[in-house]
């Protein structure tokens, strides 16, 4: 028993144990813990925000391209009678009235 006592007598008196003794020590443990784990706004949490922003952002200028992309289009479409013509015929099958018009898939 004598050595068990004598290696706890030990323990206490070491450096390490006097630190985490001090009760403000403890608390900022304590708060740290807390908010890196236990609150609903961990360090996880964040992470996982962080990485839905840039997607989110990476969808923003996805999305403002193509928005670009439609407007070069509209305009073209606008100050062309030619390319009108052309997409009308593409894309929505038009033709004139005495044209025959075969769809081949």
Same mark, same amino acid.
């Given at each position: 028993m004598g050595r068990l006592a004598n290696c706890w007598n030990k323990i206490k008196e070491s450096r390490v144990f006097r630190f985490f003794r001090n009760p403000y020590i403890l608390a900022t443990l304590f708060f740290l813990l807390w908010?890196?784990?236990?609150? @609903?706004?961990?360090?996880?949490?964040?992470? %996982?925000?962080?990485?839905? *922003?840039?997607?989110?952002?990476?969808?923003?200028?996805?999305?403002?391209e193509e928005i670009?992309?439609? @407007?070069?289009?509209?305009?073209?479409?606008? %100050?062309?009678?030619?390319? *009108?013509e052309k997409f009308a015929r593409e894309q929505y099958l038009f033709h004139k009235p005495d044209e025959d018009l075969y769809i081949i898939k």
């Open positions: 908010i890196l784990f236990i609150d @609903e706004n961990t360090i996880f949490s964040y992470a %996982s925000y962080h990485m839905e *922003l840039k997607e989110q952002e990476r969808q923003k200028l996805y999305y403002k670009r992309k439609t @407007e070069e289009k509209l305009d073209e479409l606008n %100050s062309n009678v030619d390319s *009108l």
